[in-house]
């Protein structure tokens, strides 16, 4: 079955700095990937996607990420974090054998800004 | 804008009770999801929907079954509440395979006692 792997449960970082959030994919076909964000007592919502073209995706927010097939990766950065980006970020999949229409979550990652 | 309604943002429930968790969604999606969330866990797919009565096991469908009479309308039922089904339930929706876009509802809090 098609899993996504978040490294780091939660990541600190200090305003300013490079934000760095990692997502690897299990899958011989690549899927479409998201990234979602979701900000206390709130849904989740869209930062950004891939699903064909550009490998270097750019989302909302400032956020961006770089889809690598070799490395079966997804990673989402973001040159200079701010105070307001502290929220769960959750990478997903849409695998192309359910015709991309089951998404498919890793367990998140809480990110944390200092200041 | 796409708007993803679920019926309640909290609910208390008794052991063995029969739950009804409603979901509206109003931009015409093809698919819908049903998810519970807990932490650590992440999101876990319990049942999906790509159709009017069409619908397709999840990750953790034991305990829940969903029903999809219209395409708005995407339910999840607790058979009989447990415990266990205590958690955070999101709702889902996406326009077809080729628009992927996930639009969610608010969640619902379900502590089952």
């Known amino acids: 079955a098609q899993s996504v792997t978040q490294l780091g449960s939660h990541v600190s970082v200090s305003e300013g700095a490079l934000v760095l959030l990692r997502c690897n994919y299990s899958?011989?076909?690549?899927?479409?990937l998201f990234w979602y964000v979701q900000y206390p007592n709130q849904g989740l919502q869209l930062l950004l996607k891939?699903?064909?073209?550009?490998?270097l995706v750019k989302g909302i927010n400032g956020f961006e990420a770089e889809f690598k097939k070799s490395e079966t990766s997804f990673h989402l950065t973001k040159p200079s974090a701010h105070m307001s980006d502290a929220a769960e970020y959750f990478c997903?999949?849409?695998?192309?054998?359910?015709?991309?229409?089951?998404?498919?979550f890793g367990t998140g990652t809480r990110l944390l800004v200092s200041p | 804008d796409v708007k993803v309604t679920q019926s309640s943002r909290y609910l208390v429930k008794r052991t063995g009770e029969k739950v009804f968790l409603e979901c509206v969604q109003d931009?015409?999606?093809?698919?819908m999801f049903w998810y519970r969330q807990d932490p650590g866990l992440g999101l876990r797919l319990i049942y999906f929907?790509?159709?009017?009565?069409?619908?397709e096991k999840g990750d953790i469908p034991e305990g829940y079954s969903v029903s999809r009479e219209k395409k708005e309308r995407f339910s999840l039922i607790l058979e009989s509440a447990s415990t266990n089904q205590t958690s955070m339930y999101l709702c889902?929706?996406?326009?077809?395979?080729?628009?992927?876009?996930?639009?969610f509802g608010q969640g619902t809090r379900l502590t089952v006692v």
């Open positions: 929907s790509y159709d009017v009565k069409m619908k």
């Open positions: 889902a929706s996406t326009f077809d395979s080729l628009n992927t876009e996930a639009f």
């Open positions: 931009m015409d999606h093809e698919n």
């Open positions: 891939y699903t064909t073209g550009a490998t």
């Open positions: 899958s011989s076909v690549p899927p479409y």
């Open positions: 997903a999949v849409s695998p192309m054998n359910t015709g991309f229409q089951k998404l498919v």
